[in-house]
């Protein structure tokens, strides 16, 4: 549970994938991911963001220069497996958004949705960036170090 200004008691996901990740639908702040304006979900991300920098502490188990939130995901919230891609926009650093749907982002989305029971071993889920449409398919193959990270966060 976060506390973000504007947007009250807002329940997000941390998750690690090559760097650690606040993750949340875009639904929760009343936004439509596909038919809003970017630089709407740019502020939201970045208010999440800087709400959990302030209010949590990140630690990475094994590496102390990767204990840092990198940025916000805000997704479609569809997380349940599916054939149909789910999409996403990754904001990072100093409010950039990436053009793709984020390797170390869809990293973490997909050991997320494993830990949580949403995508099982060598399950392919297609994820899709809503900044240029460009895809991105992954899966899970070790869940023991995927498991490793969130549990260790």
């Given at each position: 549970m976060v506390d973000v200004p504007g947007h009250g008691k807002v329940v997000v996901d941390i998750a690690y994938g090559g760097a650690f990740?606040?993750?949340v639908s875009a639904e929760k702040f009343g936004l439509d991911i596909c038919s809003v304006k970017?630089?709407?979900?740019?502020?939201?991300a970045s208010a999440v963001t800087e709400a959990v920098k302030a209010q949590f502490k990140i630690t990475h188990p094994d590496n102390e220069d990767l204990s840092f939130l990198y940025g916000t995901i805000l997704?479609?919230?569809?997380?349940?497996?599916s054939e149909e891609p789910t999409s996403n926009i990754?904001?990072?650093?100093?409010e950039q958004v990436d053009r793709s749907p984020t390797?170390?982002?869809?990293?973490?989305?997909?050991?997320?949705?494993?830990h949580k029971g949403l995508l099982k071993l060598n399950q392919t889920r297609i994820f899709k960036s809503i900044a240029t449409g460009s895809v991105f398919t992954g899966k899970s193959v070790r869940p023991e170090l995927l498991c490793s990270i969130i549990k260790a966060f």
């Amino acid at each position: 549970m976060v506390d973000v200004p504007g947007h009250g008691k807002v329940v997000v996901d941390i998750a690690y994938g090559g760097a650690f990740y606040a993750l949340v639908s875009a639904e929760k702040f009343g936004l439509d991911i596909c038919s809003v304006k970017t630089r709407d979900l740019v502020n939201t991300a970045s208010a999440v963001t800087e709400a959990v920098k302030a209010q949590f502490k990140i630690t990475h188990p094994d590496n102390e220069d990767l204990s840092f939130l990198y940025g916000t995901i805000l997704t479609d919230g569809k997380d349940a497996y599916s054939e149909e891609p789910t999409s996403n926009i990754c904001v990072f650093a100093d409010e950039q958004v990436d053009r793709s749907p984020t390797g170390s982002g869809v990293t973490a989305r997909i050991a997320l949705q494993y830990h949580k029971g949403l995508l099982k071993l060598n399950q392919t889920r297609i994820f899709k960036s809503i900044a240029t449409g460009s895809v991105f398919t992954g899966k899970s193959v070790r869940p023991e170090l995927l498991c490793s990270i969130i549990k260790a966060f």
